[in-house]
């Protein structure tokens, strides 16, 4: 099966190409405006052109090869239409339409009949029952949704069980100014899930984290594999804890499984897990712009109690730890601060102050601490310490992400200056907060505590004792 005829084509075929811009078949044609390669609009119904390409009868008309067929026709006609494709040669295609396994025993029939083309001829189909694709650095846009061709190309690469999600997920993105190396919404996974889209993105040389949106699936030791021996970051959001089985069902035609299942075979295989679409977005920002953790263990610097205390709190709440800092470090911190309002971790400097980013670099070069946290609120007298931690990434290799607010026209600055040095920066103490407990939980998968991040024989066996291989 060539994922890369999916993934990477030089032409495509729309078939069910549409003049009626209500329809799918219209949209997908716009949206691939920007695709540098060659596009065909099927339709046998249509004469003359659209968006100045000339309409074809079938794909058994087209002379030439084609890679992909994003196909935008009514479930009732998707599996002739796959059999056609497939005898003319192409190598993968997205199937759009709803009404096959989601949607009871005559919906699945028509996805198994759509299964067996495919596997017959080695085709890679995406769907059915979703929304496509996106990969915005190579202007591909295999998608109907008006505006995801907006999202412009970043390092972070969505796969989702739901396109409604992932699509969702692109928006987030792009009102962050983040972007996205791929989105992929997998649908009912004819012959592309999980496995394939993680296998093929973990060779792209745009991505540099991927998150998994997840409702159920049938290959579940495919996945954890998959993402165990990925050389990108994987962090897995599943979703199923409550009863909600049916619902899903419905979607994508996915039974849910035992959620804690699932959050044991993600922790035996060294992917950690979040609780949101946020989450799963700061994650892959800071997992993948920066140094990954060697272990679970916070450091934390405040210049403000309160914010401190909460971030504290759910950092311990969420799997991370609060190391005892090194005597060393502490004399070091008294001697910066004379009387400073709390030497431990998390260390409390009571209010910024000029010193403050000395006190950061003293914990920061703690060999307890694996990953760094500053809390600091912006004074203008002051500004945020970017000279100071302009030295300290030069010399310190662990991730640091800071939490501050203030007026924006005063601070943004700086915030640039702390991003440009690939300090994430976050807006409140409790979304900090998260996205260090996700860096602790990873770097204890990782090798601090918990097992190794390729995971282990041990790991394995207890895997297949969970009922990891078969049940999720």
């Not at 009626?20 to 046998?44: M, W």
């Not at 165990?228 to 619902?247: H, L, M, N, Q, W």
């Not at 804690?260 to 295989?269: K, R, T």
Request: proline residues 6%.
């Amino acid at each position: 099966m060539n994922v890369g005829s999916l993934f990477q084509p030089t032409s495509i075929a729309v078939v069910g190409a549409s003049r009626s811009p209500e329809k799918i078949g219209h949209q997908v044609l716009v949206n691939l405006g920007a695709f540098d390669g060659t596009v065909y609009p099927v339709n046998p119904s249509a004469e003359g052109e659209i968006l100045g390409r000339e309409f074809v009868g079938s794909t058994a008309e087209i002379d030439d090869d084609v890679d992909l067929a994003l196909v935008a026709v009514p479930a009732p006609v998707v599996p002739d239409v796959i059999e056609e494709c497939a005898a003319a040669g192409i190598d993968a295609a997205v199937i759009y339409a709803g009404g096959f396994a989601e949607a009871g025993p005559e919906g699945e029939d028509r996805q198994n009949q759509i299964v067996e083309t495919a596997t017959d001829h080695e085709m890679a189909v995406l769907g059915p029952n979703t929304s496509g694709f996106v990969i915005p650095g190579d202007g591909l846009c295999g998608s109907f949704a008006s505006g995801v061709e907006e999202v412009p190309a970043g390092g972070t690469c969505v796969i989702a069980q739901s396109g409604g999600v992932a699509h969702s997920l692109a928006f987030q993105t792009l009102r962050e100014g983040r972007g996205l190396s791929a989105m992929v919404g997998l649908g009912n996974r004819a012959t592309v899930g999980f496995p394939e889209a993680i296998a093929h993105f973990d060779d792209h040389e745009g991505t540099d984290a991927i998150v998994l949106h997840v409702e159920g699936t049938d290959r579940g030791r495919e996945l954890l594999e998959a993402s165990r021996t990925a050389d990108t970051p994987v962090i897995a959001y599943k979703v199923g804890e409550s009863d909600v089985g049916a619902f899903a069902e419905s979607h994508t035609g996915a039974l849910t499984g035992d959620h804690e299942l699932y959050l044991a075979g993600f922790q035996q295989y060294g992917i950690p897990t979040v609780e949101s679409t946020q989450e799963l977005l700061d994650g892959a920002a800071v997992l993948g712009d920066g140094p990954r953790p060697s272990g679970p263990n916070v450091g934390v610097i405040t210049a403000q109690a309160g914010p401190g205390i909460i971030i504290a709190d759910r950092i311990q709440r969420s799997g991370g730890r609060l190391p005892e800092l090194a005597d060393a470090t502490s004399e070091e911190i008294a001697a910066i601060l004379p009387g400073i309002t709390y030497a431990e971790n998390p260390v409390d400097t009571g209010r910024p102050m000029p010193e403050f980013g000395d006190v950061v670099a003293a914990v920061a070069e703690d060999d307890a601490v694996d990953v760094v946290l500053v809390n600091e609120l912006y004074e203008e007298a002051l500004g945020l310490p970017v000279d100071r931690m302009r030295s300290l990434v030069e010399t310190v290799e662990k991730p640091i992400v800071f939490a501050t607010d203030g007026p924006p026209a005063d601070f943004e600055a700086d915030v640039a200056a702390l991003r440009d040095l690939g300090i994430p920066v976050f807006h409140s103490p409790e979304r900090a907060a998260d996205v260090v407990s996700l860096l602790a939980r990873y770097g204890a998968l990782a090798g601090g505590s918990g097992g190794g991040r390729r995971g282990t024989e041990t790991n394995d066996e207890t895997a297949e004792s969970t009922g990891v291989s078969t049940d999720v």
